[in-house]
């Protein structure tokens, strides 16, 4: 069946129809990893986007009921060069395609994804239609000319838990899959804001010794305060953070009484909680390698990415100063604290799949924990 995808800027790309059919709408992004579609169709920072993957054949692992990174697909249409109904994994179950159907979500094969992606990084990111039931161009457009833009979207709040729960699940074993851990051998007891936190971050969490209890957004910081936790996460998640000002004040209340690590949305957030400002990218950063350097070590790390906004250093430089600098495009890629245990980076350290470099991220939070409970 044909499919259109129509942008926002009258660009038009003719493809074929794979997953469900109908009409989408979002924000247009690329995302540069190789592998991992089935966790970028889980991750919920994807909510209102539709993705496409830079990558050239997107379909041929299939899609197991393991790799994924919440209990549903959040993104709005998913854009491939060439879709592989014949897949092979020896924990597949079912096709992307099947997989797309059953969850709703419209996609689009066929078209040339290097021209889509070189179109988006000169214009920037930008609102898109894909549709198998119109096939006018005009109409299209306009249809993606009137879909709300990203920046002043609060997106995090509606794909958040609705109330607290326990995660005590590692990760992922070649032999034994995944495992919960007995609660009894976790010292650190962690609250943890769900802003659309992906899995594998609680289970790194969980690995690092923490004792993980999952809060929904906007849960009032007195209460998590309540359950004398040793430290505070604030988790990865969609949209803009600047509307999440109930959010803001709430980590406010947190600055000198907790030890707080966040990463991505949350690494926004925390910026802005402590006063300073964040920016939209013209194209942000979606994929599984781009290098980045810890300003601590001088070391470089190859990261996962996602994201469109970013915190502006010089706002919050009188009291934080820059923990990790993106190498691509010089954007901030985490702060912390000059004084208090607040630190916080914009990429991914519990990247499944994707590199490895930034999971001791998770131990270094664990040691700020330590200090502050025998300070």
Known sequence: ????????????????????????????????????????????????????????????????????????????GFIVKEYIDCYSNWRATMSLDAYLKENGVVGIQGIDTRA???????????????????????????????????????????VSCCKPYHWTQGTWDLADGYADVDPKTLKFKVVAYDFGIKYNIL????????DVTVVPATFPAEQALAMNPDGIFLSNGPGDPEPLVTVQENIRKFIGKKPIFGICLGHQLMGLALNGQTMKLKFGNHGSNLPVVDTATGRIEITAQNHGFCVDLDSVAEICELGHLNLNDQTVEGIRHKTLPIFSVQHHPEASPGPHDSQYLFGRFVEMMEKHKSA
């Open 203 to 210: 289970r790194c969490l969980v690995d690092a010794g923490c």
């Open 116 to 158: 889509l992606t070189r179109h988006l990084r000169d214009n920037g990111a930008q609102n898109g239609i894909i549709s198998t039931i119109d096939s006018d161009h005009a109409s299209l457009v306009k249809k993606a000319k009137g879909l709300p833009t990203m920046a002043g979207l609060d997106l995090a709040t509606g």
């Open 1 to 76: 069946m044909k499919a259109v995808l129509a942008l926002a800027d009258g660009r038009i790309f003719e493809g074929k129809s794979f997953g469900s059919t109908g009409e989408a709408g979002g924000e247009v992004v690329f995302n540069t990893a190789m592998t991992g579609y089935q966790e970028v169709l889980t991750d919920p920072s994807y909510k209102g986007q539709m993705v496409t993957m830079t990558y050239t054949q997107i379909g041929n692992t299939g899609i197991n009921p393991e790799d994924i990174e919440s209990s549903q697909l959040y993104l709005s």
